[in-house]
């Protein structure tokens, strides 16, 4: 296809990289963060996540929540094991 019908199309052309969403299904953020719907809907309800409903039945997850709640959890993992333990002689 010749270039100039492309260049309205994203991250079709020149090696561009591929663009991340915005925002994803309930499915796609489970994937995200290898997690089951039950305990999405939990980190929605405690206001970890962010979402929004797309018209009157479908629910969207802001992809930058996600990215942030992983990192969120990196950072608390990586403070955990730099303390040091009690106990030793």
């Known amino acids: 296809m010749p270039e ?3 260049d ?3 991250n079709k052309r020149r090696g561009d990289q591929p663009m991340e969403p915005l925002a994803v299904s309930t499915r796609m953020a489970c994937q995200i963060l290898s997690c089951g719907r039950a305990f999405l ?3 929605d309800r405690r206001g970890e996540v962010e979402s929004f409903k797309d018209g009157h039945k479908f629910k969207r997850f802001v992809t930058k929540s996600l990215h942030a709640y992983v990192a969120r959890r990196v950072a608390a993992h990586t403070s955990q094991r730099q303390q040091p333990q009690g106990g030793g002689a």
């Open 8 to 10: 309205d199309i994203p």
């Open 41 to 43: 809907d939990e980190l």
């Open 4 to 6: 100039h019908l492309t």
